[in-house]
């Protein structure tokens, strides 16, 4: 399993890295090297403060911090957040089976919603696994949970796999 | 229909309602509070730059112009950008249907991506419906278009109905 | 629209139409051919006792009627049941839109119950109509009423579109 | 782990136990006198031929075999029936968690399918298991395979928990 690097003192930077860097490489070599700070981070990351930690084949860990920022009128983390961590998630797990010249897209997600995220909740983790991957389609599930192992949601969904 | 005032030159409050307000109001009374700022609007709306536009009974409407901070790696805006939209419409359409002393909470929903976002895309309507509503659970279908109409997602939810 | 002939006094036959003859066809006209007795109904229709009663493009109507052979231990028809009249329409429905040499299958759907279907409901109509239709992926919603228009339950798919 | 007795030569009973009956049991002790044939199976399970084999608290294992009479216009088993097993599976799951004077109702599910079924696919798993339970809902995740392991579809489901 690789870990990433704790992120150092250094700012990560955001942006995106081309579609020629992109298209030369596995989807595992192209996620890694983000981790490793040679392609930019995507901006989403930037916007919703939460970054991708670990990742392995058919595996991709995400992590974030609810706050205030994020949240609706209801008085906790809206459920977008919880849902962008899980689609990051899961279809980086796809992602990670695919080779050089092979993309995707996510096709639908569904998520669960066990208990509110509150900015009380602390770090959280959102682990994507695949469920199956075939030449054309992939299924793969998310589960976020906060430090103490208690799940806040869950979800599954369906990627279009195809040759770029 | 009640079409909310468009927001003029001052800056929208960013906050949240206090628990007692929210609960003397029904909920289509305590979103139109929100509409026309006597209530300050949800973080989550300055976040990730969307507002509500209109809202009537079992129907609300978000609008939002997608940007490059919402950017995945994949060079397109992240689909929890939509999900978010999505989420905000279906959820305020149900709430529009609760009387004051009922709130609600999202159980889950599904999202459809039928094409990408990007941002050249310009801005969003994502629009909620109610399709049941009950006592205990109710759910709603949500659709979001670009200017010409055109669909980029859709999506659908069950929501948990209860007394506060 | 084309509406359905009523199936008269001889027994309908059970059965698949080749893949040779299906082939040659468009959806549309596969699914009427089967309508209107040159091909074998599915064996699924004689088993759970539903049939397509109209389609046209983008859209297909199937009715049923619930009996006493579909409950599940809780005392009403089975979840299964109303899935199966869904999962049909919807996927009747993104065929219709189909060319002579291209196919589908449905990658997943989701189905929201909203009252439970008893053997006292009598008749129930599955609608389903496309949502979305493109070279490799369309979507598509349903709904199921009885006879006086209550809604029972609402679904929607995501099905794959390929070259046969 | 419960494992039931193989149904033996005499024919099952197909049928519904009193509410009564039900009301003054677990779902654990009501599904097992289920199992043992104290209650009468589930009309359901005679129609499309499956059963419950294995019952734990919080795990359900049905199985059954695939026949051309569930077949769909497409010449393979038609998704209904594996909604049916997995609706099932996780629907009984849910079940096993709740103390005597509990009830539930299935709200939704989605069923993501890998491969499709055939009458040459012989025995299918369906396997359910609870995520999450809590006073007012449960979220139960189902798997259906092979004998040989191979996964054809997977499911989420959200059900409602009250008192009866």
Known sequence: MKQAEPIAAVEPQYGLASREQAQLLSGLEFIQAMVEGKFPLPPICKTLQFRLVEIEKGRALFTG?????FYNPLGTVHGGYAATLLDSCMGCAVHTTLPAGVGYTTLEFKVNFVRPLTQETGLVRAEG??????????????????????????ATTTCLV???
Request: hydrophobic share 40%.
């Open 65 to 69: 911090v609810p706050v205030f920022d």
């Open 162 to 164: 195809f040759p770029i």
């Open 129 to 154: 696994k695949v469920i199956s991957s075939g030449k054309r389609v992939a299924t793969a599930e998310g589960k976020l949970f906060d430090e103490r192992g208690t799940l806040y949601s869950h």
